[in-house]
């Protein structure tokens, strides 16, 4: 809890256990709010007699809703006046919140919180209370859900966003109705929707997510003028296990084609055997070859973006654009490439094991901090260790890694962890 800075400026009046009748009480320094929100989150009405002590705990009151940096006060005449420093507030962002966000839910969470405005301080009372209303509101459909308040730390250590999500239970991407699909491509559809089911559900990009799984089957099918578009329905599925959000999937699948080539934005073509080799996928390819007999596009997009994430370019985008030939059937595509900023390696963790471990595991890894960021150094590093003690512990266990991305340092961290193997 922070503690607020109050002066009583009263001249003439010394004593602790004076009484100040406060005929008239007036905030000042935060237009945002009105005076009546203010008194009420002070708990403070004209008339009221108080002591100096008394004074500055009303003033606590509006400190400890995180909201301003200070608060002080003066007293003259029978006018109470708090002057108010506001604090840096972020914008708020539901995580894996299965709750329409807008203007409604900006709407409720004002009605519901005093003084938000739709931005939350680092910590505080407000902070707090937009957790605790959002999980009223998700009681109120019937789930009945923990949520947590996590910052996210950007460049310089500020927090760019507050993140709110339910941490019990799990969220996930509930039962899938998929319409449109043919018969050739029924068994297919049915077996992505059981995998795509029961994954991570977020807020924001769930919907995305969803789409993209079904359209990149599609388009390693062959249809490539499919379209896909998948939205949330219906209420979630809320049980002591899980909620589930369930969606709907809409696929218009289009005639199907072979795929022909496949060219980098400089017009060279990609080589399909190496695309093959590096996909470890056992196929006599041709230059034509069907997309279900080896190579996709989604394998050609996955490589070439492994090219760019091997010299840091984290947030790559590589997008096909098919050229399409109805008189042969056949789909040419030609490969987009946002490569985004260059990232740099962060700090790196070792989650678990002991001492001596860690030390051996740290003095071996050979991408140091501040380096461009090779992604494909974590599996290399795993790998490499050779008849070592490391390299024999690694063999024996099964060994992961997370990375977390920094969008606003452009640095990404690494954590590591061996876990027993069942």
């Given amino acids: 809890m922070r503690a607020a800075a109050c002066i009583l400026i009263c001249a003439g009046l010394h004593a602790s256990a004076q009484t100040y009748i406060a005929t008239t009480i007036q905030f000042k320094g935060a237009p945002d709010y009105t005076q009546a929100e203010l008194l009420r989150v002070a708990e403070l009405e004209a008339g009221m007699a108080m002591t100096q002590s008394e004074l500055q705990d009303h003033g606590q009151k509006l400190m400890d809703t995180g909201l301003f940096d200070n608060v002080t006060f003066q007293f003259a005449g029978g006018t109470l006046t708090y002057v108010l420093t506001p604090g840096v507030l972020v914008p708020v962002r539901l995580g894996n919140l299965p709750l329409a966000s807008g203007k409604e839910l900006d709407a409720a969470l004002r009605e519901r919180v005093p003084l938000y405005r739709g931005k939350v301080p680092q ?93 990149s089957l599609y388009t390693d099918e062959g249809y490539a003028v499919a379209k896909v578009h998948a939205e949330q329905v219906g209420s979630p599925v809320a049980s002591s296990e899980a909620i589930d959000v369930p969606f709907n999937v809409t696929v218009e699948e289009g005639r199907h084609y072979k795929l022909g080539t496949i060219r980098l934005p400089g017009g060279e073509p990609l080589d399909l055997a190496e695309l093959n080799k590096a996909a470890e996928i056992s196929s006599t390819a041709t ?121 606003e340092t452009h640095t990404v961290d690494v954590a590591l962890r061996l876990e027993k193997k069942p």
């Fill in 287 to 407: 230059e034509k070859l069907t997309l279900a007999e080896g190579v996709t596009v989604r394998t050609a997009l996955q490589y070439v973006a492994g090219q760019y994430k091997s010299t840091g370019h984290m947030e790559c985008k590589v997008s096909p654009h098919a050229e399409l030939d109805d008189a042969t059937g056949v789909a040419n595509y030609r490969i987009e490439v946002d490569p985004g900023p260059v990232y740099t390696m962060g700090k790196l963790t070792i989650e678990n094991g002991a001492d001596d471990l860690r030390a051996a595991m740290l003095a071996a890894w050979k991408l140091p901090e501040g380096t461009v960021f090779n992604q494909n150094a974590i599996a290399e590093y795993f790998r490499k260790q050779g008849n070592t003690p490391l390299g024999r512990t690694f063999a024996s266990v099964n060994c992961r890694s997370t990375l977390t991305m920094n969008p």
């Fill in 123 to 215: 910590d505080g009372a407000v902070t707090q209370a937009v957790g605790h209303a959002l999980e009223a509101m998700l009681a109120a459909k019937g789930m009945q859900a923990t949520v947590q308040a996590t910052p996210s730390t950007g460049a310089n250590q500020q927090i760019g966003v507050m993140n709110y999500a339910i941490t019990q239970p799990p969220v996930r991407v509930g039962a899938i109705n998929v319409v449109g699909a043919s018969a050739q491509m029924q068994a297919k559809v049915t077996q992505l929707a059981q995998s795509v089911t029961k994954s991570g559900y977020d807020t924001e990009y769930a919907a995305e997510n969803v789409e993209h799984a079904f359209a």
